[in-house]
């Protein structure tokens, strides 16, 4: 069965620090998206990315995220400087198309800010 | 109000009975998917429906676009069904692929 993984598991980080969570999607897919889950809430849409660009993006995701796909294979997210209330679980997944198609999540990578 | 809206919160069952969590959701969608969160935080798709009814084992998972309502079912439920069930909704509104998410429904199911 094909997986999305994705690094670190856990990461606790300094407010203000620089943080870089690593996802590697699906060979064959092309639609790729981050995903958060504040503790006790529910799951929110952070970003899509297609064709090498993003192709849509929630008010949450504003200019101290972003996203890329350096090499072909690995689909980072970025948050420049982080917030206490940053603090969550994001989860990487992907799919072969936009609506039609499963979609597969990653484990997670829980981030805490201190 | 929350676009998308399960019942219930929170359910406890017995070993081997039949379960049903209901999802409402209120705008128009082109797709409805049923997720299963681990007790770890890691998502697993269930299924993803756009009508009709679709089943995988001893899990069902039902769809009626007109009343905008989904239904996923588990026949003779285990310890192991234990787990966050989440409905998530593609509205047709979106250019892109943002799925929308239910709050989720805590299962328990005790031997």
């Known amino acids: 069965e094909p997986e999305v993984t994705q690094t670190p598991s856990h990461q606790v980080t300094q407010m203000g620090q620089e943080v870089i969570l690593r996802c590697v999607p699906i060979?064959?897919?092309?639609?790729f998206y981050w995903y958060r889950q504040i503790l006790g809430q529910k799951v929110e849409f952070l970003v899509s990315f297609y064709n090498n660009e993003i192709s849509e993006k929630s008010e949450i995701f504003d200019d101290q995220f972003s996203v890329e796909r350096p090499d072909g294979s690995n689909f980072t997210l970025k948050i420049r400087s982080t917030k206490l209330e940053d603090s969550a679980m994001y989860f990487c997944a992907s799919n072969q198309g936009r609506s039609g198609n499963t979609i597969y999540f990653g484990e997670g990578s829980w981030l805490t800010v201190v | 109000k929350n676009e998308v809206e399960q019942s219930p919160q929170n359910l406890t069952a017995q070993e081997g009975e039949f379960i049903t969590i209901n999802c409402s959701y209120s705008?128009?969608?082109?797709?409805l998917h049923w997720l299963q969160q681990h007790p770890g935080g890691g998502i697993v798709s269930l299924f993803m429906l756009s009508s009709g009814k679709k089943k995988h084992g001893r899990l069902i998972a039902t769809i009626n676009i007109q009343e905008k309502h989904s239904s996923l079912h588990i026949t003779a439920s285990h310890p192991r069904d234990s787990a966050v069930y989440i409905c998530a909704v593609l509205p047709e509104e979106t250019s892109g692929s943002r799925l929308t998410f239910g709050e989720g429904t805590q299962l328990t199911v005790n031997p």
């Open positions: 060979s064959n897919h092309l639609y």
């Open positions: 705008v128009g969608i082109s797709a």
